[in-house]
């Protein structure tokens, strides 16, 4: 199939990762190996030097860290997750199995390369790849090549609060104003400033913090709803009073706390409920433990909240350095899946604006916006360019 404009669409994330095209003039998501929306930004490299690439590598960490409980001891990790934050420096991944380390351009090639391998019916030789507002010219620079190692070969940045914008359509339905796009991503919080004057778009200001994200939640689960749960119930002072190990059963536990978060989202109440055996380890009687904790929103509430309020904070410094005043932003753009918590979107009416816009998927709006975007672009093989 031979393609006049570039059509594809990619959203690098921190902890899971996107592509689209457009079909007969409409985004379509191209499904994983796994028929899902989003492929985990997880990288592992076997014993034979095989690389495997999302769910499968995410399947072996998590094995792996359940395998770590049966000694407490540390084991020399070939998974590796969240190598977006370092984009850009000479941080280095080592991996024992290829007895080699890897940068984080070379490790986010590995996904680009997983996604590309989702199309099956033509060769992609353009695409526009999205990146944080933040983004400087290293990590900019980082990005395309990481997309040049995966084998494209026109390749486009495209900044995430316009992707998003694109695919809210905000940019043809607000001629003339002022709005905001929230991203509260897996590990990362992005606020854009967007103004768009004759429907043309332009970030006005950015703010966020590279370290603030879904996962804070997911520790303060694990920190103060599951461990202080096994304490009461199980005896393990010799884990707790010891930081090697208490950093093993928070990273076994996790997972848990990660989908009492999803769930959260969408219903009033949840059960953490771990199986016999899921826990292969025995406390200081000889007990193997199990986790069976109801939380409800007040309890969830308790734990995101900080978190979510220091986004906002971040968000009000924005608008006022900027001196615009709530009422005139049209629309509060939400991106990524841990703004679905109706806890978040509440203060955020509360404290930013009433005008909070849920018309679009906020998990695929950034892949969405840059296919949208892709479209507009002829295939050529030009000097890279960032919009």
Request: proline residues 4%; glycine residues 6%; contains cysteine.
């Amino acid at each position: 199939m031979s393609r006049s404009n570039a059509d594809y669409g990619i959203y690098l994330g921190l902890t899971g990762s996107q592509i689209a095209r457009m079909v007969n003039g409409l985004p379509v998501i191209i499904k994983s190996d796994t028929i899902k929306d989003t492929l985990p930004s997880c990288v592992h490299f076997t014993r034979k030097q095989d690389v495997l690439v999302g769910d499968s590598a995410v399947s072996v960490m998590k094995n792996d860290n359940i395998r770590a409980l049966k000694s407490f001891e540390k084991y020399k990790s070939n998974t590796f997750i969240e190598f977006k934050q370092t984009m850009g420096t000479t941080t280095r991944y080592f991996s024992s199995n290829m007895n080699k380390g890897y940068s984080s351009e070379e490790l986010s090639a590995e996904v680009l390369k997983k996604l590309k391998s989702f199309v099956l019916d033509e060769n992609i030789a353009s695409v526009v790849v999205t990146v944080p507002a933040k983004f400087i010219n290293p990590q900019n620079e980082a990005t395309m090549r990481a997309a040049k190692m995966a084998g494209f070969k026109q390749v486009h940045l495209l900044q995430e609060p316009v992707a998003a914008a694109t695919a809210y359509g905000l940019s043809s339905k607000i001629k003339d104003g002022y709005f905001l796009v929230f991203d509260f991503g897996g590990g990362t919080f992005d606020a854009a400033l967007l103004k768009s004057e004759e429907g043309i778009l332009s970030i006005r200001d950015t703010d966020g913090d590279n370290w603030l994200g879904g996962k804070n939640i997911d520790e303060a689960i694990v920190d103060e709803i599951i461990i202080p749960y096994l304490r009461e119930n199980y005896q393990l002072k010799s884990i707790l009073e010891d930081q090697e190990k208490l950093e093993i059963l928070r990273g076994a536990v996790k997972p848990y706390a990660e989908e009492a978060k999803i769930q959260m989202s969408f219903k009033d109440s949840h059960n953490i409920l771990s199986n016999l055996g899921d826990l292969p380890f025995e406390d200081d009687n000889g007990e193997e433990p199990e986790i069976d904790i109801a939380i409800n929103q007040k309890d969830i509430e308790q734990v995101s909240k900080p978190f979510y309020q220091k986004a906002i904070d971040i968000t009000k410094n924005l608008l006022d350095r900027s001196n615009i005043r709530r009422e005139r932003i049209s629309d509060v753009v939400l991106v990524s899946g841990p703004t679905y918590s109706p806890i978040l979107r509440k203060m955020l009416k509360e404290q930013i604006s009433e005008s909070v816009n849920t018309s679009v998927d906020p998990i695929t709006a950034v892949v969405i916006g840059a296919a949208i975007f892709a479209s507009t672009l002829a295939v050529s093989y030009p000097k890279e360019t960032l919009v």
